[in-house]
């Protein structure tokens, strides 16, 4: 099976093209060889795992994706279409948001407000709503926005200060999901959560790809990695070896190939 030909994860199931498709990426820092000509390819409606030790180089694939990271050589291409993005402002415009472990909320500002942070002048939703600064109209599009990704949070006009971390991730989550189009970057947004509230962002995951929207997600939590995911990647020292589905592998196949065991095993399917 070709890479083109790679049927969706679990949502539509029929062949797609890819949204997101990285050839030949390499990232060097100095003599650091963070990335190694790693190919990959995100599609429609796919929540897709990438795992691999500290300084494997997720974050710098991630970052290179969002625009925050220019490669060294290789090419990006959104739906189907070479990109080359100069800042995370250019990656956002074409779609690709990104939700970090620190989720770059201000907790000093309403839910709807860091809904539309960075974006009150150009305020168009995911249903092609336009309108001025208009306070009122942007509150009740962040209920529609998070109705959609069924975040259940009191008020709109909560201080995101005052919500749990859970909640917190959960506005972050719908905020990506309210601007992103093509996919939404998660580097360990889950970390600093709590085991519930963890499951929850898992759940929240599953309904943004649900609607067509596919993650790449960066965890070290295998179980939720495990769970979440419909294709699991697996980046040692800077290379891609491993493309896993769930059920073709376990958590200690997952593990082997995140130390490099499985590798060195002749039985181990990539
Ligand atoms: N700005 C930088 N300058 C020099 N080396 C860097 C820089 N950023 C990352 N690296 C190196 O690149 C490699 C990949 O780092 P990266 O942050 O992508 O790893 P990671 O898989 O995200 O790790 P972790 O799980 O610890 O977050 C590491 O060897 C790291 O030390
Ligand atoms: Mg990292």
Same mark, same amino acid.
């Given at each position: ?15 797609a093209?890819?949204?997101?498709? +990285?050839?030949?990426?390499?990232k060097?820092?100095g ?6 000509d790693?190919d990959?390819?995100i599609?429609?409606?796919e929540? +897709? ?6 300084g494997?180089g ?21 739906d189907g279409?070479h +990109?080359?993005?100069?800042s ?5 415009d074409?779609?690709i948001?990104?939700?970090y ?10 839910v709807?407000q860091?809904l539309?942070l ?11 709503w336009?309108?001025?600064l ?9 209920v529609?926005?998070?109705?959609r990704?069924?975040i259940?949070?009191?008020? +709109? ?5 005052r919500?749990s ?22 580097d360990?947004?889950t970390?600093?959560?709590?085991v519930?509230?963890?499951?929850k962002?898992?759940e929240?995951i599953?309904?943004?790809a649900?609607?067509?929207l596919p ?7 295998l179980?939720?990695?495990y ?7 697996v980046?040692?020292?800077g290379?891609?070896i491993?493309?896993l ?15 490099g ?10």
């Amino acid at each position: 099976m070709t890479t083109e030909e790679r049927p969706t994860g679990g949502h539509g199931g029929a062949s797609a093209r890819p949204v997101i498709e +990285v050839r030949g990426i390499s990232k060097r820092y100095g003599s650091i060889h963070a990335l190694r000509d790693v190919d990959m390819s995100i599609f429609p409606g796919e929540v +897709v795992g990438l795992v691999g030790d500290n300084g494997a180089g997720k974050s710098t694939l991630v970052n290179i994706i969002a625009g925050a990271l220019a490669p060294t050589s290789g090419e990006i291409l959104v739906d189907g279409a070479h +990109v080359s993005f100069k800042s995370p402002t250019d990656a956002r415009d074409a779609g690709i948001e990104t939700v970090y472990q620190d989720l770059a909320l201000a907790p000093d500002l309403s839910v709807w407000q860091n809904l539309f942070l960075g974006r009150e002048r150009t305020v168009r939703g995911p249903l092609g709503w336009i309108g001025w600064l208009d306070r009122r109209a942007m509150a009740q599009q962040s209920v529609t926005d998070l109705e959609r990704t069924r975040i259940r949070i009191s008020s +709109v006009a909560s201080r995101v200060g005052r919500l749990s971390g859970g909640q917190r991730q959960a506005v972050a989550v719908g905020r990506a999901a309210a601007w992103g189009s093509k996919v939404i970057l998660m580097d360990e947004p889950t970390a600093a959560l709590g085991v519930e509230q963890q499951q929850k962002v898992g759940e929240l995951i599953k309904t943004v790809a649900s609607h067509g929207l596919p993650v790449l997600l960066i965890s070290h939590n295998l179980p939720q990695v495990y769970g979440v995911c419909d294709r699991i990647l697996v980046l040692f020292h800077g290379r891609l070896i491993a493309d896993l589905r769930p059920e073709e592998t376990d958590m200690d196949g997952i593990v082997g190939w995140i130390t490099g065991a499985a590798m060195l095993s002749p039985g181990s399917a990539r």
